[in-house]
């Protein structure tokens, strides 16, 4: 089943097909002999198998580039991110077509930048709608997003708790 992961993988993260696309290549590629689906195995079971390794792949990727980062932040920034992208190009070569590994490191940067100044990454709601508490101290209610340098995922977080995380980085405290 190898490479008829491999196919839905790829396909995945070139990002330009449907789920019900990939499951038609997972079946071309059975009826074609590159690679028997197993019994009792569907197309769809192996298309979320290939989902769920490349969340991972994504998530133990990001964490790497923003440690990186972190620990580089007074380097010159773009050596810093050549080495970034070539470490990951490193673990995972089949990521360099399409450039996968320069959009998922300047994704990264993008929003350690944005961490860094007190910026939110992402505004998800608008006068009048409904907030949700800060993920950090539970008890202020905000519309915005802001990358948590512990555990470098985007989260509903206030502005104060943000603040609070990015003086404790750059005094080397996390």
């Not at 290939?50 to 990001?62: L, Q, Y």
């Not at 470490?87 to 990264?108: K, T």
Request: proline share 3%; aromatic share 4%; with cysteine.
């Amino acid at each position: 089943m190898s490479l008829l992961l491999k196919i839905a993988k790829r396909q995945i993260r070139k990002n330009e097909l449907s789920d019900g696309q990939i499951i038609d290549l997972i079946r071309q590629a059975d009826q074609l002999l590159l690679e028997q689906i197993p019994a009792n195995t569907t197309a769809g079971t192996i298309l979320d198998r290939a989902k769920k390794e490349c969340s991972r792949e994504v998530v133990r990727a990001r964490r790497t580039v923003f440690q990186a980062l972190i620990a580089g932040v007074h380097e010159v920034r773009q050596d810093l991110f050549d080495s970034v992208v070539a470490a990951l190009l490193n673990e995972h070569p089949e990521w360099d077509e399409n450039g996968y590994a320069i959009l998922l490191a300047g994704d990264c940067r993008r929003e350690l930048d944005a961490a860094l100044e007190g910026q939110p990454v992402e505004v998800f709601t608008r006068a009048g709608e409904s907030r949700l508490p800060c993920n950090v101290c539970n008890v202020i209610m905000c519309g915005e997003k802001y990358l948590s340098l512990e555990t470098f995922t985007v989260i509903p977080m206030c502005s104060e708790c943000s603040r609070e995380q990015t003086k404790e980085v750059l005094n080397g405290k996390i």
